[in-house]
């Protein structure tokens, strides 16, 4: 368990997903990361560890389909499936290994707390390897009301070439698939209506996914999800030429088959990656629609090199009437967080943890 006085956490063995995460706000404490809702029952031996815990957040590698390395063939791959052992700890910190390798690389994962900062600071490095890799972060919030989402500049967003669920016997998707969308406000749906994808939930029992590319010259990219009502804002923070992208899982009630059962709701997945979509490591080194447009789609490893993946996520309170964030900005000390009524709150961060 990593703890300071704003900010709590601890990591599973198995998979390395992060849990237990917990903030302390001038609103109370916040605990705004999902845990899978068949947690707590018996494990179901044929689960693949990554939904047998599915929680928080974890490092994926490759993202989506593991469809190249023939000893690691789970979901999202290694990092979020096989053990990682201790190398050191503190109170603040932890530093550990993955028991595998990642086409050759030795991956390592740091978590860090800071005194005063309700953040979460993490630090991927794979050493060594070679070959092209797609990567990611598996944020997961489960949120308690509707609430406003936001994104730092995009030069491209669209849907995967094909829907999420398929079969409307058991799942349902509700958007268009392949779409490109310049306006999140008005996605399109199968039906022929559009839907404000600004908000969440905004559609009924169904799981959809899209992409949204970052302006490659930001000096950091984020996201925002905000609660007004239960007074929050999430945010997360990453170099836009590490992870490229964000991918959006909208979760709510769309799998009717076994571990969904149709009571997965109220999930975001906010996984920034640089990746095609969810489609696997095969997909995302292949040449495809995204990476003949020159928006990076996987990370090439060097034998004599390191890989380095940093992110940052948080909360601060917010007022009730706070809504959709507009900006954040580095400020003194932190970030400060703009909606689009000119409100603001400060979020304590220390932004050199996006840097070398």
């Not at 698939?177 to 969440?200: H, K």
């Not at 000096?219 to 997360?236: H, K, N, R």
């Not at 571990?259 to 997945?269: A, I």
């Amino acid at each position: 368990m990593l703890a300071s006085d704003r900010a709590q956490l601890a990591v599973t063995e198995e998979g390395g997903h992060l849990d237990a995460v917990r903030f302390q706000t001038e609103r109370g404490t916040v605990s705004p990361m999902h845990v899978a809702p068949w947690a707590d029952e018996p494990a179901d031996p044929a689960l693949p560890p990554i939904l047998r815990i599915l929680r928080g957040d974890f490092f994926c590698a490759p993202f989506g389909a593991s469809d190249l390395i023939p000893d690691e063939t789970r979901l999202h791959g290694a990092p979020c499936n096989a053990r990682w052992k201790m190398v050191n700890s503190t109170r603040h910190g932890l530093r550990l290994e993955l028991e595998k390798t990642v086409l050759g690389a030795r991956v390592w994962k740091t978590l860090g707390v800071q005194p005063g900062h309700a953040v979460v600071v993490q630090r991927h490095i794979l050493t060594g390897g070679s070959g092209s890799l797609p990567v990611g972060h598996h944020a997961m919030l489960r949120v308690p009301e509707t609430v406003y989402l936001s994104f730092s500049p995009w030069i491209w967003a669209g849907t995967p070439p094909t829907p999420l669920e398929t079969d409307p016997a058991i799942g349902r998707s509700l958007l268009e698939y392949p779409q490109e969308i310049s306006d999140l406000t008005r996605a399109r749906l199968a039906s022929g209506q559009t839907a404000d994808l600004t908000r969440f939930p905004t559609l009924e029992r169904h799981d959809d996914l899209l992409m949204l590319v970052a302006d490659p010259e930001l000096p950091f990219a984020w996201s925002a999800v905000v609660a007004p009502q239960a007074g929050w804002v999430w945010f997360d923070l990453r170099d836009p030429r590490t992870l490229a992208s964000t991918v959006l899982w909208m979760s709510h009630g769309g799998r009717d088959y076994p571990p969904w059962s149709g009571r997965h709701t109220h999930v975001l997945g906010i996984e920034q990656v640089t990746a095609y979509f969810h489609l696997g490591h095969r997909a995302s080194t292949n040449p495809n629609p995204l990476s003949q447009r020159g928006i990076p789609t996987a990370i090439e490893l060097s034998p004599d090199g390191n890989l380095v993946v940093r992110y940052v996520f948080g909360v601060a309170a917010v007022p009730p009437d706070f809504t959709r964030v507009r900006s954040i900005e580095p400020a003194s000390g932190g970030i400060r967080l703009t909606d689009d009524g000119g409100r603001s709150v400060h979020a304590p961060c220390d932004l050199n943890a996006l840097v070398g």
